[in-house]
């Protein structure tokens, strides 16, 4: 005769139940995410990694950014804590020039984001734009009294202006419609009115006003804009220049941009010795094209920074260089790829889901974290580029910027109108003996 099958304990029973009656959605959610581990796994690292885009270019929101000693605007990015909560010393404010009528949206969501950033960052802001424009906009957007109160708080001063530069006008124009508000916010910073000016309008245009009204630095031939790229170290920037100014350049403007590069690094970014590289198609001195070849001696050569020989395309985000310089085609193709990296993982992630309910279920735990990768990675959404080689502190935009591009780029135009980087800029032209000395 078989014995009797034991009877269970009630802890076993209890667990048994439990299991029973646990809901049969909750039971299909556990297995799905066991089943798909490793694409939660590849979410959590990415998003692990992608924490040094949000300082990108931007990257405006990383603390080595001085002199805040508080970073309100990471906070902001985060979603944790109010702006209200900042306190700023009216003595540390400086005057930044914005061209309200620079962007595909302004003035209106550049006005937002100028009201935000005098919450938030030590900065007043002399707004210049076309009144008639500004009111309707203003109008539409209901800023009417958080704008007057920021006005009667002495925080933003409204500069009207004439006829603005469209986008996709020649940039010669600025000769031309010399009361438009580009011309008049680079005059502010000439005339001392203004410590940085800070524009999301026509590139093009912005490079020619900042040429004409504030002038070249000494011993520079071309000015080159210098954008900031994440690298895998959450702390660490590295500069690219130039992104988009000079389609073809000669060996001697990227060895005037190492230049530029390596004091806006070691001033502003705080890097004690800046690693400056050649963005090439191999690390060898023999490689690359003409222009290469003949950049490479003259950095290689060069006492006034460390040259850390070239730098390949994989190399650009490795942590390993502080300054890349290449010419403008190049470094344009270079950060517009960067630009499309956060829409192109999230669509891939997107796509790896399962689909029906079980997708749905997963989309839900992961799509908030998917989009702020996408937002991490995507250089538009963290300010703009620093304008290197001419006479001023110049940070140009996004054309598309809104309200947190524009308190980003505002940010940036602070760090490097509060460190006295122009006084070391303006000893490029001494020789290389004087400029270490004075460095």
């Known amino acids: 005769m078989n014995p009797l099958p034991p009877k ?3 802890a076993s029973a209890a667990g048994s139940n439990a299991r029973r009656s646990r809901p049969r959605a909750i039971r299909r959610l556990v297995i799905w995410y066991r089943r798909n581990a490793a694409v939660t796994s590849l979410v959590g690292t990415a998003v692990g990694t992608a924490g040094a885009a949000g300082s990108a270019a931007g990257a405006a929101a990383n ?4 002199p805040l000693v508080l970073d309100p605007l990471r906070r902001l990015q985060q979603g944790s804590g109010s702006a209200d909560e900042v306190t700023i010393n009216a003595a540390d404010r400086l005057w930044v020039a914005v061209d309200g009528m620079g ?11 100028c009201l935000r950033a005098v919450r938030l960052l030590p900065l007043r802001i002399r707004f210049v734009a076309e009144t008639a ?3 309707a906009a203003v109008a ?6 958080e704008l007057k109160a920021a006005q009667e708080a002495g925080l933003i001063q409204l500069v009207p202006s004439g006829p603005s530069v ?5 940039a010669t124009v600025v000769r031309k419609k010399r009361d438009a508000s580009i011309n008049l916010a680079m005059d502010l910073v000439k005339r001392g009115e203004a410590t940085a000016v800070y524009s999301a309008g026509n590139s093009g245009a912005v490079m020619a ?6 002038g070249r630095l000494p011993g520079i031939d071309r000015p080159a804009i210098g954008a900031l790229f994440p690298t895998k170290d959450p702390e660490q920037q590295v500069l690219v220049l130039d992104v988009g100014a000079n389609m073809d350049a000669k060996a001697t403007y990227l060895h005037q941009w190492a230049l530029l590069g390596n004091i806006y690094s070691r001033d502003v970014l705080q890097v004690p010795r800046p690693r400056i590289g050649l963005l090439n198609i191999g690390e060898e001195e023999c490689k690359g094209n003409e222009q290469a070849l003949k950049t490479y001696p003259l950095l290689a050569e060069e006492r006034r920074f460390h040259f850390a020989g070239n730098c390949e395309g994989r190399d650009v985000l490795s942590g390993d260089f502080d300054v890349v310089v290449c010419d403008g085609f190049t470094g344009n193709v270079l950060l517009k790829f960067l630009e499309s990296v956060g829409s192109v993982l999230l669509d891939v992630l997107k796509a790896e889901l399962p689909r029906g309910r079980r997708g749905k279920v997963g989309s839900a735990f992961l799509m908030s974290n998917l989009r702020r990768i996408k ?6 959404e963290h300010g703009g580029a620093l304008l290197l080689g001419v006479d001023g502190v110049c940070v140009i935009g996004h054309g598309s910027s809104k309200s947190l591009s524009v308190v980003s780029a505002l940010r940036l135009a602070h760090s490097a109108a509060s460190h006295g980087v122009m006084d070391d800029l303006h000893n490029l032209s001494a020789s290389p003996e004087q400029a270490a000395t004075c460095g």
């Open 166 to 170: 469209g986008m996709d006008e020649e």
């Open 63 to 66: 603390t080595v950014l001085q």
């Open 209 to 214: 006003s900042a040429i004409f009204r504030l």
């Open 133 to 135: 424009v500004l009111d």
């Open 375 to 380: 937002k991490r990675l995507d250089h538009a």
């Open 8 to 10: 269970p304990t009630d």
């Open 103 to 113: 962007g595909d949206h302004a003035p209106g969501p550049i006005l937002e984001g």
């Open 140 to 145: 539409d957007l209901e800023l009417g009294e």
